[in-house]
């Protein structure tokens, strides 16, 4: 004999099941990444500062009219567009960058401290890393 309603709930029961099957899967790939430098080692994230010393990292933007000065070692993924010129500071740098709006093809340079790096124009700065 078959009781109503009972097929209905089995098939709602395994959903439920694999629902939660799924959530706790997608939880563990959520676990937020330690950033680590390229030896594998924990890594303090380069920052934003005010550019009130001339021995942060500074890049300049929208020909001359912006300028953003970093600190401290490390590295970060960044979104600066239209740089005219680097000026690394007290710092060895290594700026990923994309030349021309329509070549996606990245680039990097090393800096040496206290050297400027004037590119022209670079479409998009992607990443800074501050050794």
């Known amino acids: 004999m078959k ?19 799924t959530v706790a899967a997608l939880a563990a790939l959520a676990v937020p990444a330690v ?3 390229p030896t594998g080692g924990p890594s303090t994230l380069v920052h934003g500062v005010n550019c009130n010393r001339t021995d942060y990292l500074e890049i300049h933007n929208n020909n001359g009219q912006s300028v953003l ?3 401290d070692r490390g590295f970060v993924g ?34 040496q401290k206290w ?17």
Request: glycine fraction near 6%; aromatic fraction near 8%.
């Open 35 to 37: 950033a680590a430098t």
């Open 78 to 111: 960044v979104a600066i567009y239209g740089v005219n010129w680097v000026e690394s500071g007290n710092n060895v740098v290594n700026i990923q960058f994309q030349r021309n709006l329509n070549n996606p093809a990245l680039e990097s340079v090393t800096i």
């Open 69 to 71: 000065c970093f600190a």
């Open 115 to 131: 050297q400027p790096w004037n590119p022209g124009h670079v479409h998009k700065v992607t990443r800074i890393e501050i050794y």
């Open 3 to 21: 009781l109503k309603g009972t097929s209905v709930k089995l098939p709602l029961r395994r959903s439920l099941g694999v629902a939660a099957a």
